[in-house]
Structures are given as structure tokens and as C-alpha cells.
């Protein structure tokens, strides 16, 4: 009985969840119509996309999506999120760096912003462990000094 408690303490366990894969590269990002995804997964947050009010992105990929994130120019703007017939409210925070969590996995989400906005890079992850480059911007609490 000892022994198999030993060799049960040294057999590793998988509890860490697996680690979210960027499949970017692999999906279809368009802006009203136009395929935009050299522009946006340059990975250089100096070259950018200008949308007009109610411009609609346009993102379809082989695999699940279960998170976006956008790299806005100055800040995030208020836009709506469209997939699995969800639709959510997105930019309220006006945060730079935006993760969107979505609720269910998805293969095509639609994107329209509700006023112009300035978007540098988009990431596309399957679910999983994000990698530490992805930052999840949090309000402060309303009684924070700055």
C-alpha cells in the first residue's frame, strides 16, 4: 500500500488548464466587406484602422473563439459584439487595451462600433490560459485616488 502511494505522489496531474491558442493568423477579419487582417495582426500598435459610426468588423474563423482582444489607438469605444445570436455591449470602459470574453465559443462574430474609432491590433484565442502579454483591464473601484 506504501508503495502505491509513493508512485501515486510522483505521477504528475494535469489540473492546469491548457493554454488558449492565437489563431489570428488563421481566421478572416473584415471591415464592411473588406478584408482588413494584414492591417490588424501586424502586431504593431503603430499602424492602425480608422472606422466610421457603425462600420461593422466582420470576423470568421475555423475554430471556437472564446476571446478577442483589441488594441485601440487612444481608448475604446462603445461598440456591440454580435455571436451565437448573443448580443453584448463592448468599449463602455473606453479602456485602451480591451478582452472580450465570450460567453459561448463562436466561429463568426460581428463587431459594429457606434461611434469612429482607431484600432490598432485584434487577437483571436481559443479558451484556455491567456498568454502574459494579453492584458484584462479592470475599472478601479469608485473610491480609488489616482
Do not use: C, R
Amino acid at each position: 500500500m506504501k508503495k502505491l502511494l509513493l508512485l501515486l505522489t510522483l505521477l504528475p496531474l494535469n489540473t492546469h488548464a491548457s493554454d488558449a491558442v492565437d489563431i489570428t493568423s488563421n481566421s478572416s477579419i473584415k471591415l464592411n466587406g473588406y478584408n482588413i487582417s494584414n492591417q490588424v495582426i501586424d502586431n504593431n500598435y503603430k499602424s492602425y484602422i480608422n472606422l466610421k459610426n457603425t462600420d461593422k468588423i466582420e470576423i470568421q474563423s475555423k475554430d471556437n473563439i472564446k476571446g478577442i482582444y483589441i488594441i485601440y489607438e487612444f481608448e475604446g469605444y462603445d461598440a456591440e459584439i454580435m455571436y451565437n445570436n448573443t448580443t453584448e455591449t463592448i468599449g463602455k470602459n473606453n479602456f485602451a487595451h480591451e478582452y472580450i470574453e465570450l460567453k459561448d465559443s463562436a466561429t463568426n462574430v460581428t463587431i459594429t462600433y457606434k461611434e469612429d474609432a482607431i484600432i490598432s491590433d485584434i487577437y483571436l484565442f481559443t479558451e484556455g490560459n491567456l498568454p502574459s502579454w494579453v492584458q484584462k483591464w479592470e475599472n478601479p473601484h469608485e473610491e480609488a485616488d489616482l
